[in-house]
């Protein structure tokens, strides 16, 4: 089976990443990281698929996919001097590169869609607005419920959604950029340079984001 991979770039140096759907944590070679700046000093055991063990460092590096389209996210690597590939990215790592789409590449001729991302930028102190907001730009049944089965609902569906799952563990440990704020799931990433956390949107409704974006031409 052929391996899915995807550039990705690390301060001035690229790197060929693999996407790893069993990995819990995403896997970076030491040789990357040089002189590069990062957040955390935490450390962690590592084993290969031959069971082979390594005690790294865990680190948070700004990165981003290297297309000049998409932003730099904070992704959490463990540090490994044995890596033989450049990077290994999680899938909840991947999708969080994926999401980050730098909104000045669209701004002169994506007036809506910079519209509905500003809208769905989630404030720290306002999470039960936003989960409110998305409900009501991504509903297409027309139900109505109060804030409370708005709120319940909307976690519930992020519990039960198969492609958080490795989101969800990472959030549970803290220094990454994913994080549980009263029971919802959110993630932090960088949009215009600027650092914002959001609530992190099911892939369906994710999807239908990204699709508007990809569907504009870019100049």
């Known amino acids: 089976m052929e391996l899915e991979t995807v550039q990705v770039k690390l301060g001035s140096r690229t790197m060929t990443?693999?996407?790893d759907s069993g990995a819990q944590i995403s896997?970076?070679?030491e040789d990357f990281t040089s002189g590069i700046k990062y957040e955390g000093e935490d450390y962690i055991e590592i084993s290969s698929a031959f069971g082979e063990r390594e005690t790294t460092?865990?680190?948070?590096?700004?990165?981003?996919i290297d297309d000049g389209v998409h932003?730099?996210?904070?992704?959490?690597?463990?540090?490994?001097k044995k890596l033989v590939s450049d990077l290994l990215l999680s899938t909840a790592a991947f999708e969080a590169?994926?999401?980050?789409?730098?909104?000045?590449?669209?701004?002169s001729k994506f007036d809506y869609y910079d519209t509905v991302k500003e809208e769905l930028?989630?404030?720290s102190t306002d999470i039960e607005a936003s989960i409110e907001l998305i409900a009501t730009e991504f509903d297409r049944n027309g139900s109505t419920q109060d804030s409370e089965e708005t709120r319940t609902s909307f976690i519930e569906s992020q519990m039960s959604d198969p492609t958080l799952s490795d989101a969800w563990e990472m959030a549970r440990t803290e220094g990454n950029a994913y994080a549980i704020k009263d029971r919802v799931l959110t993630h932090t990433?960088?949009?215009?340079?600027?650092?914002?956390?959001?609530?992190?949107?099911?892939?369906?409704?994710?999807?239908?984001?990204l699709r508007v974006a990809h569907e504009i031409p870019l100049a």
């Open 121 to 123: 930028e989630v404030p």
């Open 27 to 29: 896997v970076i070679r």
């Open 57 to 64: 460092p865990l680190r948070i590096f700004e990165m981003n």
């Open 71 to 80: 932003g730099p996210v904070p992704v959490t690597c463990a540090v490994s």
């Open 189 to 209: 990433e960088y949009i215009c340079r600027e650092k914002v956390r959001q609530v992190v949107l099911l892939k369906c409704k994710r999807d239908e984001v």
């Open 17 to 19: 990443g693999i996407i």
């Open 97 to 107: 590169l994926k999401e980050n789409i730098q909104m000045h590449k669209f701004e």
